[in-house]
């Protein structure tokens, strides 16, 4: 008899265990800091996070609770955002600067603590103030529970390949020049791989990020694109990569010559190494994917693959380069964006909302401010370059918009009257309008728990047409359809893909284009939707979804931490 109920005891807890999503809590301190480093023959002074450049590697399993302790040592205000994470009830957690959270001041610390339950992948980390993420970002890995396979050949190795943009100047500088200005900034110096610039950088060669693998084996690169305000192309010279996973969502595997990520999109890639040892060594590199009329920083950061052979002494081998797409082949990233499906299995099901409760068509695009009067201004026509959604662009409140929302406090702090249309209509990739200004607000959009949204973002041609990768927070979406030209209500919605499309927390609006996505509002809290290019950012193109609570206990935002920063 009680050896029976030991047993039964012991299955019992091990079928539970199996249920439970917790997994185990991991504690971080990131101490925010300055130190020196060289890239390019410059030395400067960087923000980092433990006077690490790129940050601390976090890598996790789905369900873990991430405890991580921010201390600020440094006199710009920070926060952290952790990209992609659901932060589901754990808005505090989410970190944009004045959306969810006053900044960290200097001397001050704020706990972040979330869980990763129900994600599994490649996301990442980084500075959500001003442009401090040029230097404060790191990858976030969360492998899947223990005993889950991926669901593709188990990879020899796993190295993560953070893409980054580097400049000689303060970046802080250059924001606050083009703000004050009006005009477009200053471009970065070099693009770079887990920090390095790479050889085909002047006084770069020895800042090189070298991959070494084995003939015959399979790596998974794990790509993200940190870089402020560049879309890039990414390839391997003389190899094909599978890809199997974007934005920590599982994707049907294709293989792809190159790789086109935005600022805030990650990429999972198996690298097939050549079966025998190759005569050659391999430079992988990323460049431009340029869209738009501003001057960009049209350089090329490389790392060299190279095959480990214990028998031959190592022999100056010939070093072959990728042929990248062209500056402005949206062909191919059209050709890319369309292959990305949702694995759709029995085991990762697509849950893409087939009905619709509400749905919203926005403009996204660059327009102006007036210049102040007695001031020169170096934007178009002499006003102030701006961006917006929907013509509306965004201001910071002064206090966090999601403790004003939590103590139902809006007065003053943002309105609800975020339009749900084009206030103006026009023919939005045509002949732009005369009057280009924006206006300015802190305006919201206010959804009940569990609303299905159907989002169509349209680019507009004002001051040119160009890629917007606009990302969101708090939740996943799923890219539907997409197209040129203007949207067409009618016709455009029959070629939905309601069946596996991809899903991702950040996806490129076509040049000139329209991009349709739908999501469930299942996350209460402030979310801040915006452009990953951190120029249009700062410009105003961004917006936020106030997700009210639902009737439930687990439906409702927690009360703030008691260390919540103060504004
Ligand atoms: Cu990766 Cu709001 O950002």
Redesign the pocket.
């Known amino acids: 008899m009680g050896g029976v109920r030991t047993f039964l005891l012991a299955a019992c807890i091990l079928f539970s265990s199996a249920q439970l999503s917790a997994g185990v809590t991991r504690h971080y301190k990131f101490d925010i800091t300055l130190r020196n480093a060289t890239r390019l023959c410059t030395t400067k002074s960087i923000v980092t996070v433990n006077g690490q450049f790129p940050g601390p590697r976090i890598v996790v399993r789905e369900g873990d609770r991430l405890v991580v302790k921010v201390v600020n040592h440094v006199r710009s205000d920070i926060t952290i955002?952790w990209?992609?994470i659901r932060q589901v009830q754990s808005g505090w957690a989410d970190?944009?600067e004045y959306i969810t959270q006053c900044p960290i001041r200097t001397g001050q610390s704020y706990v972040y603590n979330f869980t990763t339950a129900g994600q599994r992948g490649t996301l990442?980390w980084?500075a959500?103030a001003s442009w401090l993420?040029a230097t404060v970002y790191g990858s976030l890995v969360i492998l899947p529970k223990r005993g889950v396979p991926y669901p593709f050949a188990r990879p020899y190795k796993e190295v993560p390949i953070i893409l980054g943009e580097w400049f000689n100047a303060d970046p802080e500088a250059v924001i606050a020049q083009a703000l004050r200005t009006g005009g477009g900034p200053n471009v970065s110096d070099a693009y770079t791989i887990n920090g390095l610039p790479g050889p085909l950088y002047n006084c770069s060669g020895k800042d090189t990020f070298k991959l070494k693998v084995k003939p015959g084996k399979t790596y998974l690169l794990r790509l993200i694109n940190a870089a402020l305000n560049d879309e890039l192309f990414f390839g391997i010279a003389n190899h094909t990569v599978t890809v199997v996973e974007t934005d920590a969502s599982y994707v049907k595997p294709f293989d792809a010559e190159a790789l086109v990520i935005t600022?805030?999109q990650t990429a999972n890639v198996l690298l097939h190494a050549k079966p025998t040892f190759p005569n050659a060594a391999f430079l992988f590199a990323a460049r431009p994917y340029a869209t738009g009329q501003g001057t960009f920083d049209n350089t090329t950061t490389a790392g060299v693959l190279e095959y480990h052979n214990p028998n031959r002494a190592s022999t100056k081998l010939p070093l072959l380069r990728p042929a990248l797409p062209s500056l402005n082949d949206t062909a191919n990233v059209t050709n890319f964006a369309s292959k990305l499906r949702s694995l759709a299995d029995d085991r990762y099901p697509s849950d893409v909302p087939r009905t619709v409760d509400r749905r919203f068509y926005f403009t996204i695009g660059l327009g102006t401010d007036p210049c102040p009067t007695n001031r020169t201004c170096q934007g178009p026509n002499g006003t102030k370059f701006a961006a917006s959604v929907n013509n509306a662009s965004f201001v910071f409140p002064s206090t966090a918009l999601l403790q004003a929302h939590y103590y139902s406090q809006s007065n003053g702090v943002y309105t609800t009257d975020f339009p749900d249309i084009p206030p103006f209509p026009f023919n939005y990739t045509g002949t732009p309008p005369n009057n280009t200004f924006v206006s300015k607000g802190t305006k919201v959009v206010v959804l009940p728990f569990n609303t299905s949204v159907e989002l169509v973002l349209q680019d507009t041609s004002i001051q040119g047409i160009e890629n917007h990768p606009m990302?969101f927070?708090g939740h996943n979406f799923h890219v539907v359809g997409q197209g040129f030209g203007n949207y067409d209500p009618v016709t455009d919605p029959c070629n939905f893909n309601l069946v596996d499309p991809v899903e991702k927390n950040?996806a490129g609006v076509p040049v000139g284009g329209w991009l349709a996505i739908r999501f469930r509002a299942d996350n209460p809290g402030a979310w801040?939707m915006?452009c990953?290019i951190d120029l249009h950012?700062s410009w105003g193109l961004k917006m936020v979804w106030v997700v009210n609570d639902g009737p439930l206990p687990n439906q409702k935002l927690p009360p703030p931490p008691s260390d919540l920063p103060r504004c």
Request: glycine fraction near 16%.
């Open positions: 955002h990209h992609g970190g944009p990442w980084h959500h993420r600022p805030g990302h927070h950040t801040l915006h990953h950012l």
